[in-house]
């Protein structure tokens, strides 16, 4: 489609300075301003170092520990069953002692 106006003008640099205020700042503020900008930028690069260094030191998993960890957590399940299914089967045998002595009593008799 053919419009007869041209594009909006380009703003300049002036005028981006002036909307972000930096136009009004001194000399010596604006020197400021940069020097803290790359500032922190230097320590995020530092800290992003910092850490890639220390991954380095960090210990692969190895498939053998995770092996190990698993059959620990089965064997507390297991003990733990195993504690538990004791009791009940200590119940059981105590039940079941005391129908067969009811048995041989009313057999007795």
Do not use: C, N
């Amino acid at each position: 489609t053919y419009t007869p106006f041209p594009p909006a003008q380009e703003k300049s640099k002036v005028d981006l300075q002036i909307e972000s205020g930096e136009y009004f700042l001194s000399k010596q503020a604006k020197e400021r301003q940069e020097k803290q900008r790359r500032e922190d930028a230097m320590r995020e690069k530092m800290e992003e170092k910092r850490l890639a260094r220390q991954q380095e030191y960090i210990a692969p998993d190895e498939p053998g520990e995770e092996k190990e960890k698993k059959e620990k957590k089965e064997k507390k399940k297991r003990k733990h069953k195993d504690e538990d299914g004791e009791e009940e089967v200590s119940e059981k045998k105590k039940k079941k002692s005391k129908k067969h002595k009811e048995e041989v009593a009313d057999e007795s008799e």
